[in-house]
């Protein structure tokens, strides 16, 4: 029997299991077109004109804000979801980032349909990749422009695949929800970057926890004692105040510090795991249990920027359940990882896909390297089935609990989600 969740719970989770591509391109797209497009451009006040027939044959336009390896990757794996689509404009702050991107998507052929006029640099790149004639928008640039950069693609009719975290502080998480609310009004895709909601294994291993393979899960732990993240050094010639935008996962202001813009993922696993329901309170806690694993023992971390080396938080549900959430980023020999929930009836082991309870034990399968292809093609193939994903609920409820956590770990005191999102219908 499936556990009841609590009666806190927020609006449900939005994911489905993805299907396959094969399975998504039988649809027929031409009844597409003639039903459901036209509902949705009605009700958002716009007509994609990417998706048209030229010879025949449909095009989904698809512009990348962003891009560095994640943006470039997800315009691959947009690619690979299905024939129909064409990647023609490509923004950024930076034009050897422009240029990297096209010399990588040109490998795809004429499916990289992106002249130098649709290449786009500077402050205003994803404004210009917007109006461009895209029928979506990849948003991969750093998280703190993610508010601003999904406002104005909903705002402009966009479908949208949103890298996680969506913001970098709760401020920021709020706006992202009120766009997300207007896009499903709209009857628009937000899909994210939240992709082990799509990985066949760690489904596969939620739905066995919900329907009780170790009674209802009271506490998460998700601790994670790693290396440091990439880094860009400073080359001559760049004017003041570039260096640190390259380098913006090492910088606060841009990432949200690495629990954020890297443990999101493990606390949206914990989250979901929970029922998706939103934590009365977050607070610090003394360390991770993670042990050091060949850190520096001299103290120094090589750590640039000011992300905090080490945030440790609880959160605690109104029904007491709680979730334990750790990351130490420092130079180390080598890295260690623990996702552990335990139950009122066993325990299971993310990271090993073990699960030992009332049925006894088994072992879920290892993942596959298809997850983040899978979220891409959640998104197109709901785009031309006429049955468009929407994740703006789990999305913004992960990115505001790891805010809510980064905001207990610096303040050191108790946080609650009500003070967070105060009567903000989207997140309340």
Same mark, same amino acid.
Request: positive net charge; hydrophobic residues 40%.
């Given at each position: 029997?499936?556990?009841?969740?609590?009666?806190?719970?927020?609006?449900?989770?939005?994911?489905?299991?993805?299907?396959?591509?094969?399975?998504?391109?039988?649809?027929?797209?031409?009844?597409?077109?003639?039903?459901?497009?036209?509902? =949705?451009?009605?009700?958002?006040?716009?007509?994609?004109?990417?998706?048209?027939?030229?010879?025949?044959?449909?095009?989904?336009?698809?512009?990348?804000?962003?891009?560095?390896?994640?943006?470039?990757?997800?315009?691959?794996?947009?690619?690979?979801?299905?024939?129909?689509?064409?990647?023609?404009?490509?923004?950024?702050?930076?034009?050897?980032?422009?240029?990297?991107?096209?010399?990588?998507?040109?490998?795809?052929?004429?499916?990289?349909?992106?002249?130098?006029?649709?290449?786009?640099?500077?402050?205003?790149?994803?404004?210009?990749? *917007?109006?461009?004639?895209?029928?979506?928008?990849?948003?991969?640039?750093?998280?703190?422009?993610?508010?601003?950069?999904?406002?104005?693609?909903?705002?402009?009719?966009?479908?949208?695949?949103?890298?996680?975290?969506?913001?970098? +502080?709760?401020?920021?998480?709020?706006?992202?929800?009120?766009?997300?609310?207007?896009?499903?009004?709209?009857?628009?895709?937000?899909?994210?970057?939240?992709?082990?909601?799509? +990985?066949?294994?760690?489904?596969?291993?939620?739905?066995?926890? &919900?329907?009780?393979?170790?009674?209802?899960? %009271?506490?998460?732990?998700? &601790?994670?004692?790693?290396?440091?993240?990439?880094?860009?050094?400073?080359?001559?010639?760049?004017?003041?105040?570039?260096?640190?935008?390259?380098?913006?996962?090492?910088?606060?202001?841009?990432?949200?510090?690495?629990?954020?813009?890297?443990?999101?993922?493990?606390?949206?696993?914990?989250?979901? *795991?929970?029922? +998706?329901?939103?934590?009365?309170?977050?607070?610090?806690?003394?360390?991770?249990?993670?042990?050091?694993?060949?850190?520096?023992?001299?103290?120094?971390?090589?750590?640039?920027?000011?992300?905090?080396?080490?945030?440790?938080?609880?959160?605690?549900?109104? +029904?007491?359940?709680?979730?334990?959430?750790? *990351?130490?980023?420092?130079?180390?020999?080598?890295?260690?990882?623990?996702?552990?929930?335990?139950?009122?009836?066993?325990?299971?082991?993310?990271? %090993?896909?073990?699960?030992?309870?009332?049925?006894?034990? =088994?072992?879920?399968?290892?993942?596959?390297?298809?997850?983040?292809?899978?979220?891409?093609?959640?998104?197109?193939?709901?785009?031309?089935?006429?049955?468009?994903?929407?994740?703006?609920?789990?999305?913004?409820?992960?990115?505001?609990?790891?805010?809510?956590?980064?905001?207990?770990?610096?303040?050191?005191?108790?946080?609650?989600?009500?003070?967070?999102?105060?009567?903000?219908?989207?997140?309340?």
């Amino acid at each position: 029997m499936r556990p009841k969740m609590p009666a806190t719970a927020l609006v449900a989770s939005n994911h489905t299991p993805a299907r396959s591509a094969a399975a998504l391109r039988g649809t027929s797209r031409r009844s597409f077109l003639g039903g459901t497009v036209a509902t =949705t451009c009605a009700a958002a006040g716009t007509w994609p004109t990417g998706l048209c027939f030229a010879a025949g044959e449909q095009r989904l336009r698809i512009g990348l804000v962003g891009c560095g390896g994640r943006g470039t990757g997800a315009a691959l794996q947009a690619l690979e979801a299905d024939p129909s689509v064409r990647v023609v404009a490509l923004g950024d702050m930076f034009a050897d980032q422009v240029a990297s991107a096209a010399d990588v998507l040109g490998r795809a052929g004429g499916r990289f349909d992106c002249p130098p006029s649709q290449r786009f640099v500077g402050p205003d790149a994803y404004r210009r990749v *917007i109006d461009s004639g895209v029928d979506v928008v990849l948003l991969a640039a750093p998280p703190h422009t993610r508010p601003l950069h999904l406002e104005a693609a909903v705002a402009a009719g966009k479908h949208v695949y949103c890298e996680q975290p969506v913001a970098v +502080d709760a401020a920021g998480v709020v706006r992202v929800a009120a766009a997300a609310a207007r896009s499903r009004a709209a009857g628009l895709a937000v899909v994210s970057g939240f992709c082990f909601r799509r +990985d066949d294994r760690m489904v596969e291993i939620v739905s066995r926890l &919900h329907d009780g393979a170790i009674g209802m899960p %009271r506490r998460v732990q998700a &601790h994670a004692a790693i290396g440091l993240p990439w880094r860009k050094p400073a080359e001559g010639g760049r004017a003041d105040g570039e260096w640190p935008l390259r380098n913006w996962i090492s910088f606060s202001r841009y990432s949200g510090g690495h629990f954020v813009t890297h443990h999101v993922q493990a606390i949206d696993r914990a989250a979901w *795991i929970m029922g +998706d329901v939103a934590p009365l309170t977050a607070e610090g806690m003394a360390g991770s249990a993670c042990p050091s694993n060949g850190a520096h023992e001299n103290g120094a971390t090589g750590a640039i920027g000011d992300c905090p080396v080490l945030t440790a938080v609880r959160f605690t549900y109104a +029904d007491g359940r709680t979730i334990e959430a750790s *990351i130490d980023r420092r130079e180390r020999t080598g890295d260690r990882t623990v996702e552990i929930v335990t139950g009122s009836a066993g325990n299971c082991d993310l990271i %090993r896909g073990t699960i030992a309870g009332r049925r006894g034990s =088994t072992e879920v399968p290892p993942p596959g390297p298809g997850r983040f292809s899978a979220a891409m093609t959640a998104l197109v193939g709901g785009i031309l089935s006429g049955r468009v994903a929407n994740d703006g609920d789990t999305m913004c409820r992960s990115t505001l609990m790891a805010a809510m956590g980064r905001m207990a770990a610096e303040t050191g005191r108790s946080v609650t989600w009500s003070e967070l999102v105060g009567i903000n219908a989207p997140l309340a």
